[in-house]
């Protein structure tokens, strides 16, 4: 089961969001301060990453470009989930390594999709991560390969 770290700091909307992301097939994980983020995501055990901004975090706005910037886009796929769509971000590093950015509620109607889509790049980077972590001939390299 792929693990999905949820980042959230209202209750109310990280259940939910829990929920959903048990329901898609994934497993999820609570994280409601953005200080700890950086330290969950270094030992590569969440692939994905569910970041929902309220307005309050917008208080916080550096904080959390600062930890979005800090994010390994190529091992990590981040969603990033606002209430409106903020052009601030787009001058942001991080805005073009995004997976998505969803803006709720009508956003809300896609994750299913980017799920199901994000599922296929965490199992290509699983084989990989096999492949890479034994030592194969190239004959074994080709037959696992074909498997997938």
């Known amino acids: 089961m792929v693990n999905v770290l949820i980042m959230d700091n209202d209750e109310f909307f990280l259940d939910i969001f829990m929920s959903l992301v048990s329901h898609l097939g994934f497993k999820p994980y609570r994280c409601g301060y953005p200080e700890a983020l950086l330290d969950l995501l270094h030992d590569d055990k969440f692939p994905i990453l569910l970041v929902n901004l309220h307005d309050n975090y917008f208080n916080e706005y550096d904080e959390i470009t600062a930890i979005l910037n800090r994010i390994d886009y190529k091992r990590t796929k981040t969603i990033l989930m606002s209430s409106y769509y903020d052009t601030d971000f787009e001058k942001e590093p991080f805005f073009h390594n995004l997976h998505a950015y969803l803006i709720k509620p009508k956003g ?41």
Do not use: C, M, P, R
């Open 108 to 148: 809300l109607l896609h994750l299913k999709k980017i799920f199901h889509d994000l599922s296929g790049f965490v199992n290509n980077q699983n084989k990989q991560n096999l492949i890479k972590s034994v030592k194969w001939t190239s004959k074994q390299a080709n037959h696992v390969n074909s498997l997938y």
